[in-house]
C-alpha cells in the first residue's frame, strides 16, 4: 500500500519539487538580467546627459565666439583693451568662466587672463602657457573642423570640451573658434582666433555628478581601479591624459527586491499559492521602480533643468510628427536686455528671469503649441493648425506679455522693476519633406533681422520651403513694428 501510495504521490511530489526549484532559480536569473539591463540603461543616459550639459557650455560661448566685432578687434587689427573688456572682463564676469585665453592664427597665445579668485588654485597656478597646452589637443580638433564647408546664415559654433584632473581640482576646458556672424568683419587668414576657456566645477566629480545624474557611491578613479560590477563613464583625464573615469553602484531593484522577499519564497515551500501571489508582486513592484527610474532620468535627458521646457534633444522628434500631420509654424525667440540683467544683477536673477519667462509663455500659448528652451535666453514654438497672419498676432502678443514688467524675488530694493522685450522669427513649413535644420536655419535668420531692426520685432520668413533649400534663396519681410519693451 505504502508502495502504491508513493507511485501516487512520488509523481505529485517530484513535480512540485521541481516547480519549487523552478521558481527558486529562475527569479535570481531574471533579477541578473533586469538588473544588467537597468545598468546599460543608466550608463547610456549619464553619457548622455553629460554631453548634452558639456554642449549647453559650450553653446553659452557663442555670445563671444560667433561675432563680428570680435573678429575685428582679435583678427583684424588687435585691441588689447577691448579684448580684457569684452572677452576677459566679460566672460569671467557674466559666466562661471574663469580663465580666458585667445590664441592667434598661428596658435600661439595673444591674450589671457585669470580670474584671481582661482589664481592660486593648483591647475591656474601654472599659468597661462601651460594651460594653453593642456589644451592641445582641443585646439588641433576645432582647427580640423575649421576647414569644413559652412553654410550661409549665421554660422554653426566650432567648440569642443573636455574635463581635466589635477588632484583633487576639476576644471572643465573648452576651445572655440571666432567667427564672423553678420560679415562686417572677415578672418584676414585662412585660420581664425581660438578662445580658451577653464570653468573649474566646484564640488569634487563624484559629488557633482552623482548629485546631477542621482548616482549612488559615486566616485572618480582610473579605469584600473573600477570593480567590474559597478557601472562606469568616462568623464576626465589626468595630467599625464590618463583616463579618469566616473564609477558608481547600478540600480539593483530587481535583486533588492528578491533578497527582501527571500522569507516569502520560503513559505513558498509550505504554501505555494501564497508564495506564487508574492512573487507577482514583487515583479510589479521592481517593473514598476525600472519604469519609474527610467522615466526620470529620460525626462532630466529631454527637458531643461531650469524652466522646465523641452530642450534640443526633444526638438527633431516633435519636429518630425508635426511635419507628418501638416502645415505648420516655427516661431524662434530671443531675449532683449538679458545680458544686462545678468550683468546688473547676478545669474541668480537671471536664472528667475528666465523661469519667469517660461510662465509667460506657457500662459500665452495654446495646449498643442510646444515651447522648447534652446540654450541661454533663447527659445523655440512649435505651433500646428495655424496660419502665418496668426501666428505673427500671437508672436505680437507674446512679445507684449514678455515686455510687461516683471518683479522677481530677490537682495536687490524692494519694488524694483526688471523689463526685457523679446525678438521674434517666424518660419512656415508646408512641406513634410522640410528637414528641422532648414526650418530653423530660415527662422533663425528671421530672428537676426529682427533684432537687427530694433528691439521685439516680429520678421517672418516670407518665401515657402520646399526641401533644404539655401538661406539665400528666402525673401525675409518684416511683419511687426518694435514692440514696446
Not at 546599460?40 to 560661448?61: G, P
Not at 573648452?174 to 564672423?180: D, E, L, R
Not at 564609477?247 to 515551500?269: E, G, H, I, K
Amino acid at each position: 500500500m505504502r508502495f502504491v501510495h508513493l507511485r501516487l504521490v512520488g509523481p505529485a511530489i517530484g513535480c512540485v519539487a521541481l516547480l519549487i526549484a523552478a521558481m527558486a532559480t529562475v527569479p535570481y536569473y531574471g533579477a541578473a538580467r533586469i538588473d544588467g539591463d537597468a545598468r546599460v540603461q543608466q550608463e547610456t543616459l549619464v553619457k548622455r546627459n553629460l554631453a548634452l550639459w558639456i554642449a549647453d557650455i559650450e553653446f553659452a560661448l557663442t555670445s563671444w565666439t560667433v561675432w563680428d566685432e570680435a573678429i575685428a578687434k582679435l583678427d583684424n587689427a588687435f585691441d588689447l583693451e577691448w579684448t580684457d573688456r569684452n572677452i576677459g572682463a566679460s566672460l569671467i564676469g557674466t559666466s562661471r568662466t574663469r580663465f580666458a585665453a585667445v590664441l592667434k592664427s598661428d596658435d600661439t597665445l595673444l591674450y589671457a587672463r585669470t580670474d584671481e579668485t582661482v589664481a592660486s588654485r593648483p591647475f591656474f597656478a601654472r599659468g597661462a602657457a601651460q594651460i594653453v597646452v593642456d589644451a592641445d589637443a582641443l585646439v588641433a580638433d576645432v582647427r580640423k573642423r575649421e576647414k569644413d564647408p559652412r553654410g550661409a546664415g549665421i554660422p554653426k559654433p566650432i567648440s569642443t570640451s573636455r574635463i581635466e584632473v589635477l588632484g583633487q581640482e576639476a576644471v572643465l576646458l573648452t576651445a572655440s573658434v571666432f567667427q564672423p556672424d553678420f560679415g562686417t568683419a572677415k578672418v584676414k587668414g585662412s585660420r581664425a582666433p581660438v578662445l580658451i576657456t577653464a570653468m573649474p566645477i566646484g564640488s569634487s566629480l563624484q559629488d557633482f555628478f552623482g548629485t546631477r545624474f542621482l548616482l549612488d557611491d559615486a566616485r572618480v578613479s582610473s579605469l584600473n581601479d573600477v570593480a567590474p560590477e559597478r557601472a562606469r563613464a568616462e568623464i576626465a583625464v589626468g595630467p599625464g591624459g590618463e583616463v579618469q573615469v566616473l564609477s558608481w553602484r547600478p540600480p539593483t531593484p530587481a535583486c533588492d527586491m528578491l533578497y527582501q522577499a527571500t522569507p516569502f519564497v520560503l513559505t513558498v515551500v509550505l504554501v505555494l499559492l501564497i508564495g506564487g501571489v508574492l512573487l507577482v508582486r514583487i515583479s510589479q513592484t521592481t517593473a514598476q521602480m525600472l519604469v519609474g527610474r527610467e522615466r526620470m532620468m529620460a525626462h532630466a535627458a529631454t527637458h531643461d533643468v531650469l524652466t522646465g521646457l523641452a530642450n534640443r534633444a526633444l526638438l527633431d522628434a516633435v519636429y518630425s510628427q508635426l511635419a507628418s500631420s501638416g502645415p505648420f509654424i516655427v516661431a524662434c525667440l530671443d531675449l532683449d536686455g538679458f545680458k544686462g540683467v545678468n550683468d546688473t544683477y547676478g545669474h541668480a536673477i537671471g536664472d528667475d528671469l528666465l523661469r519667469a519667462v517660461a510662465s509667460r509663455l506657457r500662459a500665452n500659448t495654446r495646449d498643442i503649441d510646444r515651447l522648447f528652451r534652446l540654450g541661454g535666453d533663447e527659445f523655440a514654438i512649435l505651433m500646428p493648425s495655424i496660419t502665418i497672419a496668426d501666428a505673427e498676432a500671437v508672436c505680437e502678443r507674446l512679445g507684449e506679455a514678455l515686455s510687461a514688467p516683471m518683479y522677481l524675488p530677490g537682495d536687490y530694493p524692494p519694488g524694483h522693476r526688471i523689463e526685457i522685450a523679446a525678438s521674434f522669427g517666424i518660419c512656415n513649413v508646408t512641406e513634410p519633406q522640410t528637414t528641422c535644420n532648414a526650418a530653423f536655419r530660415l527662422a533663425d535668420d528671421a530672428l537676426y533681422r529682427a533684432k537687427s531692426l530694433g528691439r521685439g520685432c516680429v520678421v517672418v520668413a516670407g518665401a515657402m520651403l520646399a526641401g533644404e533649400q539655401s538661406a539665400d534663396t528666402d525673401d525675409l519681410r518684416r511683419a511687426a513694428a518694435s514692440l514696446r519693451s
